[in-house]
């Protein structure tokens, strides 16, 4: 056993293991009882006897002699020990002083702004040749804004680039590049000419540089590296391009418009999920931009410009009413050629969206946003016939009792066949009693939305009225 009283001794071997921590009076102790050992291996058995190293006593001792261990040696300057109200009443103080010290720069920081944009606005009110004089203005605030605050808050409440300020600080040097020295296999001038005057000879002159050195060696003749030829005509602008280059025209954007049902029809195809993956149903449609009205559809197994044709043909004879132009996107049923000839001998102008342009069908899509956005619309269907069952029940429920917002709240088929005029004036009467009733209810007279005149794909740049007489 130590000599160590027991309140003095590290854990015993036989509690649970943790991290060892030494008392001030510990380390003290065992320092005193080492150094008064004189015997090799008597000081080997207190270590082993005390679970130590002989390191733990170096660093014991060193910290004994600069007095730095606690209780070691006396410290005078050591501060009295303070209460935690008193700590957390300090800590409060520092955190009040420095929200304060953070306050007074917001504060100049937002006086500095407000002079900035007060004057960058005044400023570009004088228009495009202030834009000058607004940077100045906007450097001048930064500078003053920028001893307030850091540079990154001062940017950002600026508006200016924090990179730019960097680059303005440390800017690249700028390399100066030396003149290269002329090579020693360089040409001279004389052979340049006579290489320049062969190229540009009739024989050689509507031949390229490869084919004109390529015929040059075939002759027995070389006068010169390929690059150095290219380099000799660069030099007088001699070296561009002669061919011929094919040249794409712009796509012409589809601009149709339709003062009434019957004239513009827009038709595309949407794919329903089968019963499995993989399996798939096409969905015909056919839709009148003006009055929204679907005169066609069809669920088919397939898609095919035979079939496109014959719905397109049979909603035509269906409907009694052949349309003055027909819009689709570029899909390959609609291209097609059995399409193309129909509308052709119809007299019906065939329209077509620009490739890879998402809006210009934008009928048909919306028609098929409304159909797959329908609550009672399925993941999948069962069976070829359950699509023609929903989408018959579809259809007609957005024929004849969906309110289209594009026309006035009417249903397609009031639009289409010409009740739209007469349903707004009954609406128009029920609201009038409503306000005649309760006329404080209401800021204005109320009046039914009105019903379009006109429905555009791409409205023309030119009049309406002008579009028509063309």
Known sequence: RSKVDDDLVSPRSDQPRRRRSFTAEYKAAILAEYDSLTDVGAKGALLRREGLYSSHLVEWRRARDVAALAGLAPNPT????????EVEAEKLRRDNERLRAELAKTRAALEVVGKARALGTALRERGADAR???DEVIDVIYSELVEQTSVARACRLLGKSRATIYRRASPKPINVSRPRSAPANKLSVQERASVLAVLNHESLVDKSVAQAWATLLDEGTYLASQSTMYRILREIGGVRERRPQATHPPRTRPELVATGPG????????????PAKGVYYDCYVIIDIF????????VAPTETGELAKAFIEATIAASGVTPRVVHADRGTSMTSKPVALLLADLGIVRSHSRPKVSNDNPY????????????????RFGSIEDARTFCAAFFAYYNHEHRHSGVGLHTPASVHFGTAAEIRAQRAHTLAVA???HSQRFSREPEPPKLPAMAYINRPTLEPAAQQTN
């Open 78 to 85: 050591r501060r009295p020990s303070r209460s935690p109200a």
């Open 132 to 134: 000058t004089q607004v």
């Open 263 to 274: 004239q513009v029809w827009s038709w595309d195809i949407t794919k329903l999920h089968g």
């Open 291 to 298: 009055s929204r009205y679907v005169p066609g559809w069809l």
């Open 364 to 379: 048909s899509e919306a028609a098929f946003k409304t159909l797959k956005y329908c609550p009672a619309f399925p993941d």
């Open 435 to 437: 306000y005649a009733r």
